[in-house]
């Protein structure tokens, strides 16, 4: 009655902006990510018989009543699908960089469904874990596996879950570009439904991301670092133009987020294959090669500290632990 | 055989992005703008039988050669029209503060368009200027007239031109805020033709732009700042992001256009009603009412040198002058 798990945190090359079905978390379209190993979340689940309600410490503290809530609406479920009404001891470990900023939902509720559904002795497939973590997180979904993940949209609770489709073996990796916010974030969940319910340029968003979804599998398949980064950037540029059409309009750049931009299209320019991405905050997500990664880091200096840049390569699958 | 106008700038309040056909220069969508009083050209057209070519000196010196090459192709078009294959002797000096950064080629054109008609004897009427105008720069035609001013977009040469719906005799008044440039522009006319063949987002900014129009006549015929402000804010955002989803995307922000955005939504936060516009570069306009620029300057110019600020009221339409 007792599991620890480790997930690691995964950045969207083609997003998933915006739901068909807000209780279940079904996308409106299939979305592909690179897990990252820099970031990760221990999470251990007891379950514990003398409880009265679930007992949540993250990082050494009782979280906010939002996160509060959200876990213990996930362990419902989790109760639900096992039949044990039990309560659980949640203690949960976030492994970010100092001001990458990177606090992602996406390896908190990873961890989270692998380590309560073996606490709770229900036993699920690897897609059985996807579909379940999606619950807590849509972009969850994701990082169940290792390396270049898709999430397939599905129909349904049954169809709409997240596999590998290449381990990312070969030369790529991340540079994360923390940039000072700015301004109080508007949540995902939020922003999601807002451009949904407002924007004009949305319907086209939904066939733009599912072309470029297949486009940016077969990228994968081919090792392309080029076309994977040329297709994540215009990916990620069009979520946001989408959002930028809202009404009222949604921008999560900052002056920071420009000027990191800038520096990747001026060393492209230079003749440095590398590309960013960027979701719902000012972070900048640079993707590139090993052996281009001391030029990138040495230019970027000269706009950020050195704490505001984070290397990363892919990062592998969920992991269970004996304890942490 | 001689005639000298003044012409001022203009700045688009619901943006033109995108032209039906090249060659006359039609655009997609309607426009709606504010003529600007801080910005103008004084252009002065001289008949003269001797020479062999137009002979065009712009602020002391030659212009480049795609400037002459225009100027002679819209001075052909006068020849053609009035019968007098004559050249002609062409001074023009444009008035733009230090570094504002708005050389705009709006007044420009509007100028050559009025000095040329009447120096070949053309006697054109206003929307006759407006039409001719708009043969030499798109956004010229809206320069003919003075405050607010609507160019139709029509659907041949006789019908799209541009003429005021109302004087802006009222408290609204331009701060613009100039930006470093980066990155080498890209050139609207090159800009509006990527947009238009590429963004999947287009068809609905033509849409939107259309429906946009309408609710600005209306709050300009109220003389609501609010939504005056609100509209043209929300329509430039959804130009940039119509280019921003082009294929390569389009971007003409640059981190100092972020930190001039925010900051007019911090001061919005606190109470003042001000909103931006942005056209295809990086400098800023915000739209306010006269009492509260010296709260919006002084807040500005944390970010921002004294230099890079111009406050210009509403401007008037094109008056011919004895000489300048």
Redesign the interface.
């Known amino acids: 009655m007792f599991a620890a798990v480790r997930a690691h945190t995964n950045i969207a090359l083609v997003k998933y902006w915006g739901k068909k079905n807000e209780a279940l978390i079904l996308p409106m379209t299939g979305s592909l990510s690179l897990t990252l190993d820099a970031f990760f979340t221990d999470t251990r689940v007891a379950v514990a018989k003398d409880l009265t309600e679930d007992e949540i410490v993250m990082d050494g503290k009782r979280p906010d009543d939002r996160s509060i809530d959200k876990i213990r609406r996930f362990m419902d479920l989790v109760r639900e699908k096992s039949g044990n009404p039990a309560y659980a001891r949640i203690r949960t470990e976030n492994h970010v960089p100092v001001a990458s900023g990177l606090a992602s939902s996406a390896s908190g509720f990873a961890a989270l469904a692998a380590a309560a559904s073996k606490a709770y002795r229900l036993d699920l497939s690897a897609p059985a874990l996807s579909r379940l973590a999606r619950r807590g997180s849509g972009s969850a979904s994701r990082s169940i596996d290792g390396g270049f993940v898709v999430w397939h949209k599905g129909h349904d609770d049954a169809s709409s879950y997240a596999e590998q489709i290449d381990p990312a073996d070969w030369d790529i990796q991340m540079i994360i570009v923390a940039v000072d916010r700015?301004?109080k974030k508007i949540s995902s969940r939020e922003g999601m439904r807002r451009t949904v319910a407002t924007s004009?340029?949305y319907?086209?968003?939904v066939?733009?991301a599912e072309s470029d979804l297949l486009k940016m599998e077969q990228a994968v398949h081919r090792h392309s670092l080029e076309d994977v980064g040329r297709i994540a950037?215009?990916n990620a540029?069009?979520m946001?133009?989408?959002m930028?059409?809202a009404?009222?309009?949604l921008?999560y750049?900052?002056?920071?987020?420009?000027?990191a931009?800038?520096r990747v299209?001026?060393l492209r320019n230079d003749g440095v294959p590398c590309f960013f991405t960027i979701d719902a905050g000012p972070n900048v997500k640079i993707i590139c090669r090993k052996k281009d990664t001391d030029r990138i880091v040495s230019d970027l200096s000269d706009y950020f500290s050195a704490g505001a840049l984070t290397v990363s390569g892919p990062g592998s699958g969920i992991r269970f632990r004996e304890h942490f």
Do not use: F, S, V
């Open positions: 700015q301004r004009p340029y319907p086209a968003w066939d733009a950037e215009a540029l069009k946001h133009a989408a930028l059409a009404d009222p309009p921008c750049w900052e002056a920071g987020t420009m000027t931009m800038q299209w001026a």
